[in-house]
């Protein structure tokens, strides 16, 4: 045989041998890659969790709780970050302009998506097309309080002493268009009263101007006002939900104080981009849930005055929807303006 053959036959061979390596060494290299890809589930990395509201709200505070337990479902951290400003807009755009991939997720109220679709007349965001729910998590009510040495007793006598001097009784709020408002304007329209409205800056900031006897009268969610109701300056008359709070059960609810069908609560949930994956967005829901059934979390929210809601995504949207005409209508009697 000659040399040249041989030596021919030997270098086919073995470029075949290389081939067929390098071949089933891609082919390994492709099936590892699969294997982590389908390893890497959702979520692998801390979870932005944006709250459109000032550290230390309602808001602010449930969301923390709620961010801890949740991602210990997750096996990841949710991590709170608060964008503050203009009703909730500025957080609720940041969410919609990051990344739809399931890493950015934001605390959304009654205000941003029922209300500020009739507060505004040029809205920079649309709920329905640009938002997804991921949970409906629950609802706070609001209280009427009243300044103590108003000498006001009940909300008929409330009532009486607003008829009696109309335009003269002030109400504070946290801000034009809050559910502390429209509470406020709910009753004026429902009660038939002159009241004036005095908005500032916070919830807060209109609770320490009860205290300090600059209004008259304010509706201030639960969780917030019940501190300052030991302090004696401060008289709570009634409660804004459909039934009595188990935190406060001595005060009635509107609706049994002689205003029929009066119902404002400050609902809550989470959303996300709209073009997020619904598996991502049913397993962010699901661990929501997980967490709100948790009996730790419960007893945590209940100091909250916090009234849990668990089930489908879809609930958060169903409820914005449904309400939306109820304030649309506050708005429009009450000529209700943003500043």
Same mark, same amino acid.
């Given at each position: 045989?000659?040399?040249?053959?041989?030596?021919?036959?030997?270098?086919?061979?073995?470029?075949?041998?290389? @081939?067929w390596f390098?071949? !089933?060494?891609?082919?390994s290299?492709a099936?590892?890659?699969? @294997?982590?890809a389908a390893?890497a589930?959702?979520?692998?990395k801390?979870?932005?969790?944006?709250?459109?509201?000032?550290a230390?709200?309602t808001?602010?505070?449930?969301?923390?709780l709620? !961010?801890?337990?949740?991602?210990?479902e997750?096996?990841q951290?949710l991590?709170v970050m608060?964008?503050?400003? !203009?009703?909730?807009?500025?957080?609720i755009?940041?969410?919609?302009?990051?990344?739809?991939d399931?890493?950015?997720i !934001?605390?959304?109220n009654v205000a941003?998506?029922a209300i500020?679709?009739s507060?505004?007349p040029?809205?920079?965001?649309?709920?329905?097309t640009q938002?997804?729910p991921?949970?409906?998590?629950?609802?706070?009510q %609001?209280?009427?309080a009243?300044r103590?040495?108003?000498?006001?007793?009940d909300v008929?006598?409330l009532?009486?002493?607003? &008829?009696?001097?109309p335009?003269?009784?002030?109400?504070a709020?946290?801000?034009?268009?809050?559910?502390?408002?429209?509470?406020? *304007?709910?009753f004026? /329209?429902?009660a038939?009263?002159?009241?004036?409205?005095?908005?500032?800056?916070g919830?807060l /900031?209109a609770?320490?101007?009860?205290m300090?006897?600059e209004?008259?009268?304010?509706? /201030?969610n639960i969780?917030?006002?019940?501190?300052?109701?030991?302090?004696? #300056?401060?008289?709570?008359?009634a409660?804004t939900?459909?039934?009595r709070?188990?935190?406060l059960? *001595?005060?009635?609810?509107?609706?049994e104080?002689g205003l029929? %069908?009066y119902?404002?609560v400050?609902?809550n949930?989470?959303v996300a981009a709209?073009?997020? *994956?619904? &598996?991502?967005?049913e397993?962010?829901?699901?661990?929501?849930n997980?967490a709100?059934?948790?009996?730790a979390?419960?007893?945590q929210?209940?100091?909250?005055a916090?009234e849990?809601?668990v089930?489908?995504?879809?609930?958060?949207f169903d409820?914005a929807?449904? /309400?939306?005409?109820?304030?649309a209508?506050?708005? #429009?009697?009450?000529?209700v303006?943003?500043?």
């Amino acid at each position: 045989m000659p040399l040249f053959s041989a030596f021919s036959r030997v270098s086919l061979t073995s470029h075949a041998v290389r @081939c067929w390596f390098l071949q !089933a060494l891609a082919a390994s290299l492709a099936a590892l890659a699969l @294997c982590g890809a389908a390893k890497a589930a959702y979520p692998e990395k801390p979870i932005t969790l944006i709250v459109p509201f000032n550290a230390g709200t309602t808001p602010d505070i449930v969301s923390r709780l709620l !961010a801890d337990a949740v991602g210990k479902e997750l096996g990841q951290p949710l991590v709170v970050m608060n964008r503050v400003g !203009a009703s909730g807009i500025i957080g609720i755009q940041a969410t919609i302009a990051a990344p739809a991939d399931g890493y950015t997720i !934001a605390y959304a109220n009654v205000a941003i998506l029922a209300i500020n679709q009739s507060l505004y007349p040029k809205l920079p965001y649309d709920a329905d097309t640009q938002l997804a729910p991921v949970a409906l998590t629950g609802a706070v009510q %609001n209280v009427l309080a009243v300044r103590s040495d108003l000498g006001v007793k009940d909300v008929a006598g409330l009532i009486a002493m607003a &008829k009696k001097a109309p335009g003269k009784l002030t109400v504070a709020s946290g801000g034009n268009g809050t559910t502390g408002h429209l509470s406020a *304007e709910m009753f004026k /329209e429902m009660a038939g009263v002159s009241i004036v409205h005095i908005p500032y800056k916070g919830g807060l /900031e209109a609770d320490l101007a009860l205290m300090r006897g600059e209004v008259d009268l304010v509706f /201030e969610n639960i969780t917030s006002i019940t501190p300052h109701l030991k302090s004696g #300056k401060i008289t709570a008359l009634a409660v804004t939900g459909a039934a009595r709070d188990s935190r406060l059960p *001595e005060l009635p609810t509107l609706a049994e104080s002689g205003l029929k %069908n009066y119902q404002a609560v400050a609902w809550n949930g989470y959303v996300a981009a709209a073009s997020v *994956e619904p &598996k991502i967005l049913e397993t962010l829901n699901a661990a929501f849930n997980k967490a709100l059934n948790s009996s730790a979390v419960r007893q945590q929210l209940a100091t909250q005055a916090y009234e849990i809601h668990v089930g489908p995504r879809q609930d958060l949207f169903d409820l914005a929807k449904k /309400e939306r005409p109820v304030w649309a209508d506050v708005i #429009k009697r009450s000529n209700v303006k943003i500043d």
